[in-house]
């Protein structure tokens, strides 16, 4: 759910440069060609999207084997992705199980403010067999300035009106370090909130205190899907097609 790196090139200053400048370029971009593309793990492959992927051609998307897409719907209470609408109804329309997230900034209003933003302007849920629940994703940086205790309890705020709301438990979205750092390394949310962890570049990711295991996998953000222009995270759902659906549905 990162912004791509830019990479930024120095302009050739003197004629005599030329051919070397030449050389260093050429080689500047062969090493970020070999940057390395994670393999997929084992699980139904996943992509989370937002208004940073451009135009997308869901067909495409689903053409190329991909089971589900979280997209980007809200930012505090006063941002909704530019592309939220685009994604959330081509993901629809192509036939790809989809939900929408929320990006927490705890630090600018209260969790109840923010959950009901997010389940009025795309966040909201239906059983319909293609709608997962909706996602918070907590990954701001110095903890938005606050402290555990206030993390926690702005967490626990977001997530109960969220329920109210929509009849769901969020799916709850960030790294094993983010959740030591900002929360305390909570298990307050463990047994109820289904846990999508960030780790890239590892055969297995560090899930944070109060999981046992993790329902999603966001694994690489650097990865090639057709349908998409540049890179994509790419995710993993730790179970079958059925317990997917039955995630969606809120089946047994």
């Known amino acids: 759910m990162k ?10 200053r003197f004629r005599a440069m030329v051919a070397l400048a030449g050389v260093l370029t050429a080689a500047s971009v062969a090493l970020l060609a070999a940057a390395p593309v994670q393999a997929a793990p084992a699980g139904l492959p996943g992509i989370d999207v937002s208004h940073y992927q451009g135009s997308i051609n869901w067909s495409s998307v689903k053409g190329s084997g991909i089971r589900f897409a979280y997209v980007k719907a809200t930012e505090g209470t006063s941002v909704v992705d530019s592309a939220f609408s685009a994604n959330y109804t081509g993901a629809y329309d192509a036939g790809v199980i989809r939900g929408a997230y929320h990006f927490a900034r705890p630090g600018s209003s209260s969790g109840a403010a923010q959950a009901n933003y997010f389940a009025a302007h795309g966040g909201a849920w239906s059983a319909d067999n293609v709608t997962l629940p909706g996602a918070l994703d907590l990954e701001v940086s110095g903890c938005d300035g606050l402290s555990a205790s206030a993390m926690v309890s702005w967490i626990r705020d977001f997530t109960a009106t969220y329920k109210a709301d ?13 959740w030591s750092s900002c929360t305390g390394g909570s298990t307050a949310f ?36 057709s349908g998409i222009s540049g890179a994509v995270d790419t995710d993993v759902f730790n179970g079958s097609a059925d317990r997917l659906l039955a995630l969606a549905n809120d089946t047994p």
Do not use: E, I, K
Not at 3 to 12: E, I, L
Not at 194 to 222: E, I, K, L, R
């Open 3 to 12: 912004v791509p790196a830019v990479v930024s090139r120095t302009p050739r």
């Open 190 to 225: 463990g047994s109820s909130n289904p846990m999508w962890v960030a780790h890239w570049g590892v055969s297995s990711p560090s899930v944070p205190a109060g999981w046992g295991t993790y329902t999603f996998w966001q694994y690489a953000d650097n990865g090639s899907v």
């Open 166 to 178: 929509t009849g769901r438990d969020a799916v709850l979205y960030t790294t094993a370090s983010w």
